[in-house]
């Protein structure tokens, strides 16, 4: 059974409103628009430094904006309407949503002092979700889709970085949420780790999950994006389907980023 298989029963759209983001007299995010329909998979790529981290962390309200909102489904994630102004959610109703928002995070993230199955096991009987014996259930499915069956019973530290980052999406799967995002979901793997994390993303992708996914991985960006969209400076460059943003870059700054990294 393949990853694709395990995934929510209804994908969400995904639309960001004119944020900003300061840091200081750094503003990381300086009026970013952007939407992605239910089912499509967008891959954000862009320099270090160009807001591409904050943005995804704005999604499921990791980081709060200055200005702007994030909505999935229609709905603002972590605020409400308050007439003409947007008002903080209590803490409760914004775990809330976030469980319905998978997050994939560049360092996995994981409970070093549980084992791989109560990793992924912890969310759903948290969120009351699942009855823990389904919650195993589900679990097991979710390891032995991603290649990891036989690692229920290990410890996060007995396993490879992509390992790790296996279980992290399989984690991530387990409360089916509408959309995922993936936080450079292999920068911190050895290079010969990287295939098999990207093999079960590529699968994920054709599962019909809203997927955003920040990366440097060029190659991988245009074989499984909908949609490509380049950051810089905290402002969108230039965003379209792959044929045209990374094979035919119409931005001076997209052409140049590319020069470098393909």
Same mark, same amino acid.
């Given at each position: 059974?393949?990853?694709?298989?395990?995934?929510?029963?209804?994908?969400?759209?995904?639309?960001?409103?004119?944020?900003?983001?300061?840091?200081?007299?750094?503003?990381?995010?300086?009026?970013?628009?952007?939407?992605?329909?239910?089912?499509?998979?967008?891959?954000?790529?862009?320099?270090?430094?160009?807001?591409?981290?904050?943005?995804?962390?704005?999604?499921?309200?990791?980081?709060?904006?200055?200005?702007?909102?994030?909505?999935?489904?229609?709905?603002?994630?972590?605020?409400? $309407?308050?007439?003409? $102004?947007?008002?903080?959610?209590?803490?409760?109703?914004?775990?809330?949503?976030?469980?319905?928002?998978?997050?994939?995070?560049?360092?996995?993230?994981?409970?070093?002092?549980?084992?791989?199955?109560?990793?992924?096991?912890?969310?759903?009987?948290?969120?009351?979700?699942?009855?823990?014996?389904?919650?195993?259930?589900?679990?097991?499915?979710?390891?032995?889709?991603?290649?990891?069956?036989?690692?229920?019973?290990?410890?996060?530290?007995?396993?490879?970085?992509?390992?790790?980052?296996?279980?992290?999406?399989?984690?991530?799967?387990?409360? $089916?949420?509408?959309?995922?995002?993936?936080?450079?979901?292999?920068?911190?793997?050895?290079?010969?780790?990287?295939?098999?994390?990207?093999?079960?993303?590529?699968?994920?992708?054709?599962?019909?999950?809203?997927?955003?996914?920040?990366?440097?991985?060029?190659?991988?960006?245009?074989?499984?994006?909908?949609?490509?969209?380049?950051?810089?400076?905290?402002?969108?460059?230039?965003?379209?389907?792959?044929?045209?943003?990374?094979?035919?870059?119409?931005?001076?700054?997209?052409?140049?980023?590319?020069?470098?990294?393909?």
């Amino acid at each position: 059974m393949t990853t694709a298989q395990h995934t929510a029963e209804a994908a969400a759209a995904v639309e960001i409103h004119n944020a900003h983001k300061s840091y200081g007299v750094n503003h990381v995010l300086a009026g970013v628009s952007l939407a992605v329909p239910a089912g499509q998979v967008a891959a954000i790529l862009g320099p270090s430094g160009s807001g591409k981290s904050t943005l995804l962390r704005a999604i499921n309200h990791l980081e709060k904006l200055d200005v702007g909102y994030v909505a999935i489904n229609g709905e603002p994630v972590g605020v409400r $309407r308050h007439g003409d $102004r947007l008002k903080e959610l209590p803490e409760q109703a914004i775990l809330a949503q976030r469980a319905r928002i998978g997050f994939v995070f560049q360092n996995f993230n994981l409970f070093p002092h549980l084992t791989v199955l109560d990793n992924v096991t912890a969310a759903p009987v948290a969120t009351r979700q699942h009855s823990r014996a389904d919650a195993v259930e589900l679990a097991r499915a979710l390891l032995a889709s991603v290649g990891l069956a036989d690692k229920a019973d290990a410890y996060p530290r007995q396993l490879s970085g992509g390992q790790q980052q296996r279980v992290a999406i399989a984690r991530a799967l387990a409360l $089916r949420p509408g959309v995922i995002l993936f936080d450079e979901p292999t920068s911190a793997l050895d290079p010969e780790l990287v295939g098999d994390v990207l093999a079960v993303i590529k699968d994920l992708a054709t599962s019909g999950t809203t997927l955003v996914i920040v990366t440097h991985e060029v190659g991988f960006a245009r074989e499984v994006a909908d949609l490509v969209v380049f950051l810089d400076a905290g402002r969108i460059v230039e965003q379209g389907p792959p044929s045209e943003v990374i094979d035919n870059p119409r931005h001076p700054r997209t052409r140049e980023f590319l020069s470098k990294v393909l």
